[in-house]
């Protein structure tokens, strides 16, 4: 995705997706998931495509050192904005890079990171293969590389529930689709994933759901109430559950992997 389509679509991202119910529970999983996996604090995190923080910002609350790489000036701003909310101390373990994440190498100088991560950037790439190549030439040895994408495999399930039928039916063996974002993404599957990964240097060691139920109660037509913390955190409870058990996780409609260079 190109700087301007970010530029229109960063207040609808960074300020009302992850506002919701869906987007809480994506925030809170992917960082229980990730604090199983990464080293200790104050290990450093590379996060492509990081776009306002919301999954880096935690991290660096947790003493880790972030480096937030995003192409888009807009999105980066928004990340400027809400990091001024968070106390010093938080601030100065963070640090900026504009750039794409196909040229993410070049643009942190060659330095190698304990951990790289890229969440919900390669449903944008109809090539996938340039962007994980690029992750595993940022990861130090022994390092994590930590990638989020939608699951091909459950290409289905969105519109299924919304009852767009006939939509549902070429889903099955669709690869492409146009997002909630309004824009084309293509899905991907862990085994197609480990295998770029494993071209590379680095082995898939677990791998992860992300939504299951709030996904599927969304597009039913359901309506959560983020003002509700109660409900949210037992939401999310049920929903990190789910995200390490089978089937559950394989229902996801997207998935987290997972994987580690060798020492």
Not at 28 to 54: F, I, K, N, S, W
Not at 56 to 85: H, I, N, Q, W
Not at 183 to 207: C, D, F, K, M
Request: hydrophobic fraction near 45%.
């Amino acid at each position: 995705m190109s700087e301007d389509t970010w530029a229109a679509l960063a207040d609808q991202f960074a300020d009302g997706a992850y506002a919701t119910v869906k987007g809480r529970v994506r925030t809170y999983v992917m960082h229980r998931q990730l604090l199983e996996q990464l080293p200790p604090a104050p290990a450093t995190v590379l996060d492509v495509g990081g776009g306002a923080g919301h999954q880096s910002f935690p991290l660096a609350r947790a003493g880790y050192e972030v480096t937030l790489l995003d192409s888009s000036a807009a999105m980066l701003d928004k990340a400027r904005r809400r990091l001024d909310r968070l106390p010093a101390e938080v601030r100065a373990r963070v640090t900026f890079v504009q750039a794409d994440g196909e040229s993410a190498e070049a643009a942190v100088g060659g330095r190698r990171f304990d951990a790289v991560l890229c969440h919900g950037v390669l449903g944008y790439q109809e090539d996938p293969e340039p962007l994980v190549a690029q992750l595993c030439r940022c990861v130090a040895d022994g390092g994590l590389v930590s990638i989020m994408a939608g699951n091909a495999r459950a290409s289905a399930v969105r519109p299924a529930m919304e009852q767009r039928w006939e939509d549902a039916l070429a889903a099955f063996d669709a690869r492409a689709e146009v997002g909630v974002l309004g824009v084309p993404t293509w899905g991907n599957t862990v085994e197609g994933v480990s295998a770029l990964l494993r071209a590379r240097g680095v082995e898939p060691v677990q791998w992860y759901g992300v939504w299951l139920f709030v996904d599927w109660l969304e597009f039913g037509g359901v309506e959560l109430d983020p003002a509700d913390e109660k409900r949210v955190q037992a939401t999310a409870a049920v929903e990190l559950e789910a995200s390490r058990r089978d089937p559950y996780r394989g229902l996801s409609r997207v998935f987290h992997l997972v994987g580690r260079r060798a020492d």
